[in-house]
């Protein structure tokens, strides 16, 4: 709290307590530290060499897929097609993500500064009593509680790039993109933040998520739960609700597999597209020690290295979030896992190209509020990237498909309201049903919104 003039800080490393191993701890020659934020034709060169090592990473992963060497072999057939879909899905979210992270540099800005690579990297001034002060600031304000009737409070938090995007249909699908994560939201109750500044530019592209979560951790001491969502996710099932009675000993609920975490020590066996984090010191501590991988330059081309030494099937690349997270709970599993659950019983998130196609059969055959593969909680388009100007798959079939999803999620708020799309590709809606004197016994019979009324309650 208290934070107005926050700037990212560097404190020393210390002996113990399970650092990361981010960097090199000798010193350049001459005693010269060295600074990872280059100048801006030093960086156009680092990205150039990056395209290169994504064009041959490409190659790389669509050769590991068509060998089908990430051992799945002591897996059912159904299993194994899973896992290996869900090895295409996380590859293709990586390397947009890299191509993506981007961060040009503002003419008047002052100049940057170097960084030592030999001081770990962190995200503000370390808070060790946060579950205290948030509890004394719960007690005093108890308009502001994190349980509304029975319910803990949620905050859904997205966003995009401050820039528009390189054409306007980009621009336009994120809009249905923000509207129907809006459209959800209102009818659970469940707040929501979208944001497009960039709150440390060390942290760029997959990375700029943790400091945005720890922003909005101290600066919303009532929410109980943060909830991330990728900007590509459109949530499909507008019914189903996360059960969160479920995570009551738990701090972090992301996307996973045990056996791909545990017994392959997978670099995709969990997903950071979609997850949740309590807002205790536990998910603070948490942060700190995923954060020092992240820096742009040395600090994050190093810890890559780290990464792709110690992660099954991980490529040579820089350090993405997603692995830096698998690594930390692997290396430190006794100080993090009891804290952690890996969901798998319903889509946190779902990958597009095995669902849109089969929209029409889930209507014929099943209702919303199923959340798993009979009726998807959240359909996400990894590798489509609308936005940008580049995409792992052809523009026409992603925004064919968001389109789809957008209007097989809108129909279901559209039904309380006498209407639906006339097909799940256009715009235009049709009457489902006619006017009535007693509309209440249609809102009571087709109401899927849940009551955000009565008395509320801080519990800690």
Known sequence: MGQDNFTPQKRSSTGGGGALPTTNNVPAAGGRTRGFLAMPRGRQIHKTFNNIKITILC?????????????????????????????????????????????????????????????????????????????????????????????????????????????????????????????YCRLHGIEIVYNMAHLDRELAGY?????????????????????????????????????????????LVVHGYPDLMFEQKSWIALNTGSFLFRNCQWSLDLLDAWAPMGPKGPIRE????????????????????????????????????????????????????????????????????????RWPFVTHFVGCKPCGSYGDYPVERCLRSMQRAFNFADNQVLKLYGFRHRGLLGPNIKRIR?????????????????????????KR
Not at 208 to 231: F, G, T, Y
Not at 323 to 336: G, M, N, P, R
Not at 346 to 359: F, N, S
Request: charged fraction near 25%; hydrophobic fraction near 35%; include cysteine.
């Open 59 to 183: 190659g790389f992963v669509t050769i590991l897929v068509l060998r089908g060497t990430i051992g799945v072999g002591n897996l059912g057939s159904s299993e194994a097609e899973a896992v290996n879909q869900n090895l295409i899905e996380e590859t293709n979210r990586i390397l947009a993500e890299i191509r993506s992270d981007s961060d040009p540099t503002d003419p008047d800005d002052p100049p940057e500064t170097e960084i030592n690579p030999n001081i770990t990297f962190t995200l503000g001034p370390k808070i060790s009593d946060w579950d205290q002060q948030r509890k004394v600031w719960l007690s005093q304000n108890p308009e502001f509680s994190n349980f509304v009737n029975g319910k803990a409070r949620i905050l859904l938090v997205t966003g995009s790039p401050p820039n528009p995007c390189d054409n306007a249909i980009g621009d336009h699908y994120l809009l249905k993109a923000i509207k129907n994560k809006i459209d």
């Open 207 to 251: 990375w700029a998520k943790l400091p945005l979560i720890r922003r909005l951790m101290l600066s919303h001491p009532e929410v109980e739960w943060i909830w991330w969502m990728d900007s590509d996710a459109f949530f499909t099932d507008m019914v189903f609700e996360i059960p969160l009675s479920k995570y009551d000993k738990y701090n």
């Open 302 to 373: 190093e810890a890559g290295k780290v990464l792709t030494a110690n992660l099954k099937g991980r490529p040579a690349f820089e350090a993405d979030d997603q692995s830096a997270l698998i690594y930390l709970l692997l290396s430190q599993k006794d100080q993090w896992m009891d804290k952690v659950f890996l969901e798998n019983q319903y889509y946190l998130h779902g990958y597009w190209a095995g669902l849109v196609d089969k929209y029409e059969e889930m209507m014929e055959k099943y209702h919303p509020g199923l959340g798993d593969e």
């Open 434 to 458: 006619n006017e009535t004197v007693t509309p209440l016994e249609i809102v009571d019979q087709l109401d899927i919104r849940r009551s955000v009324h009565g008395k509320s309650e801080s």
